[in-house]
């Protein structure tokens, strides 16, 4: 049975907003990526030590679309307030592969 990769990527934002990491590690293949404008392909280790903790910095955090574009990659379009009152919307481009985030790319938006 194949393992919706949508509902993989949602479980992975409502861990993170609840800085649940032993719920998430499972969620990330051991070969993962993520690359943003501030990291360039960083392992699974990184991430979890520099981004991870980071939930801190919103008050809130919205997913307005989480849309499949195949079987394995899934775009989400998010909005987010930071502790300072200021919103933001970014775009990740997550690949999910038998259950398993493997790489996430982050593209980000401007201010709301």
């Known amino acids: 049975m194949s393992v919706d990769a949508s509902s993989v990527v949602r479980a992975a934002f409502a861990h993170y907003r609840a800085q649940d990491r032993e719920a998430a590690l499972p969620l990330y293949a051991e070969d993962f990526t993520f690359t943003s ?47 300072s009152g200021e919103r933001y919307r970014n775009i990740e481009a997550i690949t999910v592969h038998d259950g398993l985030i493997r790489d996430v790319q982050v593209f980000f938006g401007g201010r709301v």
Not at 54 to 67: G, N, P, S
């Open 37 to 83: 404008p501030q990291d360039d392909r960083i392992d699974k280790r990184a991430f979890f030590a520099r981004c991870f903790p980071t939930a801190d910095r919103f008050t809130e955090q919205r997913l307005l679309h989480v849309t499949p574009a195949d079987p394995e990659l899934v775009f989400v379009h998010y909005e987010y307030r930071l502790t």
